[in-house]
Structures are given as structure tokens and as C-alpha cells.
């Protein structure tokens, strides 16, 4: 019956696009922000981000690197993403081992749409710093493997991107050390809205903005989690566009194949 026939054809149509995988259709990215360079970050040493270090990455005037910690959350960061696809700029998310374990759908997401997936431990203890020493290990090297497990279907002895962020910038000697000896980088950032008070997206709006214009430039950090922020994020990315600001998207270098000579 030709009526079954099409009915069947436009059936399997729709799941041939459903099926698609999310970066299957080319993008126009004209008249956006769009990502204005890629910066390639050895993680070996690195300590960056002047809330929490004395130094930051090395950044031009009007160049900022986007961060999100604490997701993937259901509820707010498929926004996040979409803001960001939309605008064609790519960012970092801190991602919590036990959110990641629980949505590894969200984590590939992040992956899949060539944002860079950095750690924030397995639990979020506020802080590691305030817990004993094993136990903050723990939580960290937990967290790795649930992030790459997440992400990748199995952890590896060191997580494929080593970047680290320690949930309230709690770090002591000790376990930045640790981290250190581990080829682990660490992120702090270099201002915020304060995305974890509760206000309105514009007013978050206005806040980053103002400090950004103080600022010129660094490392801003967000949470994909809160529901202010995913709605503040067009806003903001339009903002960025209108004052002539350029989003970086930091990397690690390529994963090593060989072993690494020592
Ligand atoms: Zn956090």
C-alpha cells in the first residue's frame, strides 16, 4: 500500500535524524561571538586563576575563559549548552564525580559538543581543606574516575584532561602538592557574579559585567547548575559580543599514545 510505504519511509526518516548525532548538522556561526582561539594548557605545574593563585593564564586584553563547575545538572545544563552552542564558543566544566556518575548522558553531551571536561572531586566537600589529608585524596582520585568513567566508559591511571578545580578554592600545601606530583592542574578563576546567591539573571548580568569591565580579562567562573545563571548566559554572551570581548577555549595537549620517556 503506497500509503504504508510512505508512512514507513518518513518513519525511518525521522529516526535516521533522531539517531544524528548532536554535531551532525554544520552550524552557521556567522555573526556570533564564536570561540576566538584555542589555548593549549600543560597541565604540569599549572596553578592559574588569581582568587586562589598569584598568577593567572596568560590572557590579552579582553580575553576570557568561561568555567562551569558543580554540574552536569538535568535541569539547567542542556541551557547551558544550548547558550553556548548557540553563540559557537566553547567552555570548561568542573564536573562532580557523583553528578557525573549520575548523568553520564550529560557528560558526553559536554564532551560531544567539544567543551573541555575538567574535575571538582567526587562529592564536593566544603572544603578539602577541612577534612583530613587520605580523605581529601580520596575524594579527588574518586572523582577522576567517575568523570572519565562518565565520559569515557573507563578511567585511566591519570585522567586524560588533567584539570582540576578544588570546590572553594579549599587547597592546602599538601594536596596541591599531591596534585602537583600527579601532573594535575589547578584552576581558580579570576572573578564571578557570585552565582550562588540568589538574584535575578539580570542582575547577575549587570554584576558580571561590571567586574568584567573592571577586569578586562581571566577566568570567569559559573555554576551549570543554577537555574540564574543558565537563563543570565544568552544575555551575557550577547553582551560579550556587542563590547568586543573574545572567548579562549583552553585544552590539554594531546593525549600521549606512546609512553612518555621519563
Ligand atoms: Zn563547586
Not at 554540574?71 to 553528578?99: D, Q, S
Not at 579562549?248 to 609512553?259: D, F, L, R, S
Amino acid at each position: 500500500m503506497p500509503n504504508l510505504a510512505r508512512r514507513v519511509l518518513l518513519a525511518v526518516a525521522l529516526c535516521t535524524l533522531m539517531a544524528a548525532p548532536a554535531l551532525a548538522m554544520p552550524q552557521d556561526c556567522t555573526g556570533k561571538l564564536g570561540t576566538s582561539r584555542v589555548l593549549e594548557v600543560d597541565p604540569v605545574g599549572l596553578q592559574v586563576g588569581t582568587k586562589h593563585f598569584p598568577q593567572t593564564l596568560d590572557l590579552a586584553d579582553k580575553e576570557v575563559v568561561l568555567t562551569f563547575d558543580d554540574g552536569p545538572h538535568p535541569g539547567t545544563t542542556p541551557a547551558v549548552l544550548k547558550a553556548l552552542a548557540r553563540e559557537c564558543v566553547h567552555a570548561t566544566f568542573f564536573t562532580i564525580g557523583r553528578n557525573a556518575a549520575a548523568h553520564p548522558d550529560l557528560v558526553r553531551l559536554i564532551l560531544a559538543e567539544g567543551h573541555t571536561l575538567g574535575h571538582h572531586s567526587m562529592t564536593h566537600p566544603m572544603t578539602l581543606a577541612d577534612i583530613p589529608y587520605d580523605k581529601a585524596v580520596t575524594e579527588i582520585e574518586k572523582g577522576f574516575r567517575a568523570d572519565e568513567k562518565a565520559a569515557y566508559g573507563s578511567a585511566g591511571v591519570r585522567p586524560r584532561v588533567a584539570f582540576f578545580r578544588f570546590p572553594g578554592f579549599g587547597s592546602t600545601p599538601e594536596l596541591l602538592d599531591y596534585l602537583k606530583q600527579r601532573g594535575i592542574g589547578v584552576f581558580g578563576a579570576d572573578f564571578w557574579a557570585g552565582d550562588w546567591n540568589p538574584m535575578t539573571p539580570e542582575e547577575q548580568l549587570h554584576l558580571v559585567m561590571a567586574r568584567l569591565e573592571h577586569e578586562h580579562r581571566g577566568i570567569i567562573l559559573f555554576h551549570d547548575t543554577r537555574d540564574q545563571t543558565a537563563r543570565m548566559l544568552p544575555l551575557f554572551l550577547a553582551a560579550l559580543r556587542e563590547k568586543g570581548y573574545r572567548v579562549v577555549h583552553v585544552v590539554p595537549p594531546p593525549v600521549q599514545t606512546a609512553a612518555a620517556p621519563h
